[in-house]
């Protein structure tokens, strides 16, 4: 069965430093791969997608994202952390033939400190 | 812009009542999904739908059912609401399958 996995549960980074986070799937094909972003009470905001073609996607707010099939993962990047940035983030496998169906991860609860 | 909008943000309702969430898009999307999300355990797939009068069972749909008379509006209704039904539920909708799914604001349900 698909799944996604993301390791890491709540990561507090500083403000301006790099940032990962780490997202691995499950899937027997290639899959469609999305970030989304959750500030507390709101819904989820698409940060970036990958489909097919260049295997480095960027997306919305510094956020980007690398396809690796060898190692099934799309860790999410930024090089330099936002106090705004806190929140949580959740990564999601499309699959194929699913009716839109996305499988989404646990999440990771960033932190931002001053 | 997609919008989808909720009928409401917070609602709180007492055990046995039965709950009515509403879901609007404006995108003429044509699959609409509803998630509950419990922190720790991300976000389940309570039901689905694809086309109008079309639904689809997703990883808990015991405790609720769903309507959808039209395109664009999707209802998520608790026949008789229970305390362990006290969650954030979201409601999303996408067009093509699979793609990006756009999300609502979120109601938070808390039953008594």
């Known amino acids: 069965a698909q799944s996604v996995t993301q390791p890491d549960i709540h990561i507090t980074v500083s403000e301006g430093a790099s940032l990962e986070l780490r997202c691995n799937y499950s899937?027997?094909?290639?899959?469609?791969l999305f970030w989304y972003v959750q500030s507390p009470g709101q819904g989820l905001q698409l940060l970036l997608k990958?489909?097919?073609?260049?295997?480095l996607v960027q997306g919305i707010k510094g956020f980007e994202a690398e396809f690796k099939r060898s190692q099934s993962s799309f860790n999410l990047r930024k090089p330099s952390v936002h106090w705004s940035d806190a929140a949580e983030y959740f990564c999601?496998?499309?699959?194929?033939?699913?009716?839109?169906?996305?499988?989404f991860g646990k999440g990771t609860k960033l932190s931002v400190k001053p | 812009d997609v919008k989808v909008t909720q009928s409401s943000r917070y609602l709180v309702k007492r055990t046995g009542e039965k709950v009515f969430l509403e879901c609007v898009q404006d995108?003429?999307?044509?699959?609409m999904f509803w998630y509950r999300q419990d922190p720790g355990l991300g976000l389940r797939l309570i039901y689905f739908?694809?086309?109008?009068?079309?639904?689809e069972k997703g990883d808990i749909p015991e405790g609720y059912s769903v309507s959808r008379e039209k395109k664009e509006r999707f209802s998520l209704i608790l026949e008789s609401a229970s305390t362990n039904q006290t969650s954030m539920y979201l409601c999303?909708?996408?067009?093509?399958?699979?793609?990006?799914?756009?999300f609502g604001p979120g109601t938070r349900l808390t039953v008594l």
């Open positions: 990958y489909f097919s073609g260049d295997t």
């Open positions: 999303a909708s996408s067009s093509v399958n699979p793609d990006t799914q756009y």
């Open positions: 999601a496998v499309g699959v194929r033939g699913s009716q839109g169906n996305l499988i």
């Open positions: 739908s694809y086309d109008v009068k079309m639904k």
């Open positions: 995108m003429d999307h044509e699959n």
């Open positions: 899937y027997g094909a290639t899959p469609y």
